[in-house]
């Protein structure tokens, strides 16, 4: 009992003290955040990005969405784009999954701080200005300490943000990809079924 | 020269040269005389408030300084970044400024009284509380002439007031009418129960070797020989009797965030909390200045006496007294807020069982040693059957302690 109390006293200590010293010549791991900022993963699951010129309105996004924060909202005659309320939504990836053409991104920005609620309904044509800005740098010490010799993966570009010049280009997409109009709801379907 | 001497001298200067000034300048007559009387009069009560503002002020710097260390060192224990607020921005400096911009933010904030609370006790329990701390930088000397007062009791003047704040603790915690404030208010009495105890013995043997109860006899003896050294055990008992008397991590079982909202501190806010706040650091200062000055040789300079011919004449020997004293007591505080960073906390009855199965025996023993050791020493002059009569009673004690350790485990 009493060695398990000087373990319970000298371990911690010891710990505390690596750190201390650790410091002297290495920074700490935490970052000053406005003003360094760690790059992102690729993966990561920000704001969402609308593309005008895949998107159908078909609405598979909002019938995906679990918290039914993407409205199908018409802008002009015989167009409609989703609008999403961020203030509600998870950022599961959902609606980028269920999209049958690949028109929602979901960005790198994560500071989506606004004054008021109302603001946080972004409309299909905030949805198609949002750029994805990934700034911040790989930490490589940081990246060291934790994942040791691994080299550090290249990213991969950013999906290019499509302009009124490759409206041509983004047709040809379209056409090469399969033509599989509702694939993701069937296969939700045949989810649900599986589960029963 | 002491602090009376020099701030005496300082008023008499000022005042003596402000009333000259009047004088050559026309102003003489009834007036001038009264004047000249009413300062002959107050002329002591002056130098006396000018002294305890300048312990006082002493005080709150050290209080902000301990603080910043707190923060930075703790910062970089736990191994990340601490505040580092400057004067260019956020980020670019060494945090210091964020202690005032808490005291600001401190200052103006809403006082609240909650609407059940015992209103005037529940004022009243803070103003006891920083007023029973700041009474023990009173009895802190700081060298042979720099201090407020250099009682021949300072020891048991400081020691006693030192004792004074579970009261307050528990007096807030009881009127705030609150669960969490009275159940921190009951856990500082009992805390404060079972480790005043040792935490008195632990000095004694301290006051035996030393001869004396008047802290600059108790420095002036350690001049060749730290008391640490002398008297380890003692100094083990003082540290976490005192850890546990100032109510630091190990031991803050009043304010334990985790369990209590914040302990007996819940219901302030604004200047109260902020008083509470500075209570606890002021008390961590005097519980280091009294351990450096019971252990740690107080303002003895720790490197052996040297003087240096400087080139421009004259001679160095070594910093100011003061200078060893701040350093030492901010060393033993580094080490506290080192245990704060890596121990966690104790349980209700571990500190009972802390204070009164390990922390009283240990003391009780070290008594019993230290007798023992002046009995047989042929320096001390003394009655030796009164020594053995001294010593055959602690060492019964311990004895017992020793014998039956089965009821102390």
Redesign the interface.
Known sequence: MEMEVVRV?AR??W???K??M??LWR????V?Y??EKIKLPFQWRGLHQLDDEKCTGCGACSRVCPNICIDIVQVAEKKKRPSIDIGRCLFCGYCVDACPFDAIHMTGNYELAVFTRQELVLSPEALMKVEDVREGTIDEEMWKRVYGDEPIPEWPPLPEKPSKGKKDAAKKDEAARPPEGAAPAAAAGRAREAAK | MDLYSAVHGLVTWLVGGILGLLEWLGMRGPLMQFIRWMYGALEHTITVAVVVILVLVIGLLMVILMLWIERKLIGRLADRRATMLGFRGIGKGTGAIQLFADAIKLLVKEDTTPKKADSHVFATGPSILVASSLLVLVAIPWSDGFAASNLNDGLLFALAVFAFAPFAVFLSGWSANNKYTLIGGMRSATQMISCEIPFLLSISGVVMLSGSFRLTDIVNVQRDMWFVFLQPVAFVVFLVAMVSEIERIPFDLPEAEAELVEGWQTEYSGMKFAFAMMAGYIRGFAGCALGVILFFGGWNSPVPAYTVQLPWGGQFAGPVPELWFLIKVLLLFMFLVWVRAGLGRVRVDQIVTIGWKRLLPLAVFNIALTVALLAFSTDIDSDPLVAGVAFILPAGVLGLVLWRWRWFG
């Open positions: 006293i911690p200590l710990v505390t003290l750190y201390l650790r410091g920074r700490p791991v935490t000053l406005p003003f």
